[in-house]
């Protein structure tokens, strides 16, 4: 399907006007609002037209609206007036330098919220509009004229790694990756489509909103508040409305394993699941493996994963494939066995390159993962030196590669992710990944005693080298509570001896800190970048103490 996404919302609402597209559900999986594809057109058009009469066409809007309708219809308001969507969360650090990044021009959001905007906002002098207030006013819409170079929406980074950086996509782009997720997917009118993820977050935005509308297919929400509080609600909603589309972050199916009980499981089937994806960061085999063994009772069959890789400077999706497929590298470094994430379509390549010459490895080596591809963007919003460090920075067969920051390797075409380069610490001559020793973490000490776990280097007087936080669980269970009782110092023992049966490296220090302490990302991605900072500053707390 050509065009742009006002193309695609408009003729989506005439061949298909009355078919519902997107369900919100309250905690109780009970349906509180549906839409189909005539209300969101209908809908997006008269707030399209309010916004063009505040001058918003080609200009960056701030969406800051709750996981609900709302958000939708605010969101392809902003594509019909020719203003650019910018999805934040109020959980976004650093707020008023992401306005003066992307030099918003006005907030969209709702009455409730109005009141508890961040004063970053207030004060800068943008305006804000709230959706749920809008009344036609005799305004005129008038269509706006696109070519699919032009800009859609601007999607922000996680910030896992580094600070948000505001990705520009175009309607070429997210059209391209859109059919190349039907492809991948095989997804139609008949699939039902179920998500927790934000909206604000990629994997959220491009699956779960634009993907229906790409495909035809019906989804189903939930809030993310909800999943993180209760993660069986997100197996309910696949069991009552026969989800057969849904997935997420390696954490996801690790929080579901792990804090579902099987007395949750009454009633629940799990046979129309027919592709589980898994994305966003590192795929542990060992959370796939515990979620498929945990929910077969429920008819979840394993060959329903479908592991992938995308990021938010190549739209969303790169390449995947169904079943779970695991191989290591040629130099083995001691890094642990990588899972398969299949192979990109035709017209997209993957190369990995060494990352200090630019040039590409041999098979099975390790180096940069590089992306040629339609559904890459062209630039970092207002950020001209990241945009020349990362797209069109690679040149090979002709073609111009984005540069990922990831760590990984290619067998028979087929994509094995490592990791990011940024979480890679030296030790003795190695290159060791922060998520290896993580992941040793979290095999070797149960969800009773561990909730989060982070591995970095340091290079600061006195407290420099590897360094492992560990965050406690929130609360303890039956079976877990003689365990979750350990003191501080022997839990950084035993952690001590998880790195060194794994590396065979004597981690600097182990430090444990309570529950809800690590900083993270919207999406549930601990920031990295900030945990040395908050590992510093506690180090001079206790020094200042003694």
């Not at 493996?289 to 992938?308: L, Y």
């Amino acid at each position: 399907m050509d065009g742009t996404l006002l193309d695609l919302l408009e003729n989506r609402a005439v061949i298909d006007a009355n078919r519902p597209v997107y369900s919100f559900l309250d905690r109780n999986s009970k349906i509180i609002s549906t839409l189909s594809f005539r209300d969101v057109y209908e809908q997006a058009i008269m707030f399209a037209a309010v916004l063009q009469s505040k001058q918003c066409a080609g200009r960056p809007v701030l969406l800051y609206c709750p996981h609900g309708p709302t958000f939708i219809v605010a969101f392809f308001a902003c594509i019909a007036a020719g203003a650019w969507p910018v999805p934040i969360t109020r959980a976004r650090n650093g707020l008023d330098r992401l306005i003066s990044a992307c030099n918003a021009f006005a907030v969209v959001t709702t009455s409730r919220r109005a009141g508890i905007l961040p004063e970053a906002m207030t004060s800068s002098g943008v305006q804000v509009l709230l959706v749920d207030e809008i009344r036609s006013r005799g305004e005129i819409y008038k269509r706006p004229t696109f070519s699919g170079s032009d800009t859609a929406f601007i999607q922000y980074t996680s910030g896992s790694t580094s600070s948000p950086k505001g990705i520009v996509i175009s309607h070429d782009n997210v059209m391209h990756n859109a059919a190349q997720i039907q492809k991948a997917f095989t997804c139609n009118e008949n699939d039902i489509g179920v998500s927790w993820l934000p909206f604000h977050h990629d994997m959220g935005l491009i699956g779960h909103v634009i993907e229906p509308l790409y495909a035809g297919l019906h989804n189903y929400f939930i809030s993310p508040v909800d999943f993180l509080a209760n993660p069986v609600r997100w197996l309910r909603a696949m069991s009552q409305f026969g989800g057969t589309l849904s997935g997420g972050p390696d954490f996801a199916f690790e929080l579901a394993a792990a804090r579902i009980s099987e007395h949750e499981l009454a009633d629940l089937s799990l046979k129309k699941w027919r592709l589980a994806y898994c994305g966003a960061e590192k795929i542990r085999p060992e959370s796939l493996r515990k979620f498929a063994q945990k929910f077969s009772t429920i008819a979840f069959e394993p060959a329903s994963f479908f592991p992938c890789y995308g990021l938010a400077e190549s739209t969303l999706f790169v390449s995947g494939q169904h079943g779970i497929s695991i191989q290591s590298p040629v130099q083995a470094e001691n890094i642990s066995a990588s899972v398969c994430l299949g192979r990109p379509e035709p017209d997209t390549s993957i190369i990995i390159v060494n990352r200090n010459t630019g040039r590409k490895v041999a098979e099975g080596e390790i180096g940069e993962v590089c992306i040629s591809s339609p559904s890459v963007a062209s630039s970092y919003y207002g950020d001209s030196v990241a945009s020349r460090k990362t797209f069109n920075r690679i040149r090979e067969y002709g073609k111009y590669y984005c540069r990922t920051g990831d760590r990984g390797f290619i067998r028979n075409r087929k994509l094995f992710l490592l990791g990011r380069y940024k979480t890679v610490i030296k030790r003795r001559g190695r290159s060791i990944h922060a998520e290896d020793i993580e992941a040793e973490m979290k095999r070797e000490l149960s969800a009773q005693i561990i909730s989060r776990c982070v591995a970095f280097e340091t290079n600061e007087p006195d407290s420099g080298g590897l360094v492992v936080i560990l965050e406690r669980a929130k609360k303890s269970t039956t079976k877990g509570e003689c365990e979750n009782s350990l003191s501080d110092q022997k839990l950084a023992s035993r952690a001590t001896a998880v790195v060194v049966a794994a590396i065979d490296v004597v981690p600097d220090d182990v430090c444990v800190l309570p529950a809800n302490t690590l900083p993270l990302t919207s999406s549930g991605k601990i920031r990295r970048h900030l945990c040395p900072d908050i590992y510093l500053t506690r180090v001079k707390q206790v020094r200042r103490k003694r």
